[in-house]
T-cell receptor, first 112, second 112 residues
Framework: EAQVTQNPRYLITVTGKKLTVTCSQN?????MSWYRQDPGLGLRQIYY???????DKGDVPEGYKVSRKEKRNFPLILESPSPNQTSLYFC???????????FGPGTRLTVT | SQQGEEDPQALSIQEGENATMNCSYK?????LQWYRQNSGRGLVHLIL?????REKHSGRLRVTLDTSKKSSSLLITASRAADTASYFC????????????FGTGTRLTIIP
């Protein structure tokens, strides 16, 4: 089954404790992206990757890191999480960035 | 920055009625897409319309695009309770990188 998986689905953590949210897709997509969704603000892109070892900033990259060492995986790293990063996070993939995007189920992160 | 803005922000209709939501955007685009999100879940792609197309159908969905007015509309005919969800438009600017920008969404509630 074609899918995008994210782990964990729910995470409660404390300020400053490094965390990684994993994302994996099995569709051989070149393009992968991370979004955060906040009430009233819609989806905002954090980082995207057009291929292995190619990543670039989206609209709200501050406080986040990503890496793309393999085509299927695109982890999101929060080196020192802060409460303003409490949000619902989505990973997505597609053949190219402007085509249909396939979304993961989301990760709800709470930073206290 | 938000490229697409949906209108209205929220819409409640009786089951069986038609639902129309609109999207306006600011810059020239390659294509415009509509997505559906059930509460707290990942977005699901509904339909893509290219800049050289004016109308597209998919089942009970009808999408129109007016590039002169930089606007699109999504019509859901004969609505069902299962159509209750948030609907987002996403645009791919015709300049620059492969980046899809989402609007803030329309929350549609179908009353049984």
């Amino acid at each position: 089954e074609a899918q995008v998986t994210q782990n964990p689905r729910y995470l409660i953590t404390v300020t400053g404790k490094k965390l990684t949210v994993t994302c994996s897709q099995n569709m051989n997509h070149e393009y992968m992206s991370w979004y955060r969704q906040d009430p009233g603000l819609g989806l905002r892109q954090i980082y995207y990757s057009m291929n292995v070892e190619v990543t670039d900033k989206g609209d709200v990259p501050e406080g986040y890191k990503v890496s793309r060492k393999e085509k299927r995986n695109f982890p999101l790293i929060l080196e020192s999480p802060s409460p303003n990063q409490t949000s619902l996070y989505f990973c997505a993939s597609s053949f190219q960035g402007h085509y249909e995007q396939y979304f993961g189920p989301g990760t709800r992160l709470t930073v206290t | 920055s938000q490229q697409g803005e949906e209108d209205p922000q929220a819409l409640s209709i009786q089951e069986g009625e038609n639902a129309t939501m609109n999207c306006s955007y600011k810059t020239s685009i390659n294509n415009l897409q509509w997505y559906r999100q059930n509460s707290g879940r990942g977005l699901v792609h509904l339909i893509l319309i290219r800049s050289n197309e004016r109308e597209k159908h998919s089942g009970r969905l009808r999408v129109t695009l007016d590039t002169s007015k930089k606007s699109s509309s999504l019509l859901i005919t004969a609505s069902r309770a299962a159509d209750t969800a948030s609907y987002f438009c996403a645009t791919d600017a015709s300049f620059g990188n492969e980046k899809l920008t989402f609007g803030t969404g329309t929350r549609l509630t179908i009353i049984p």
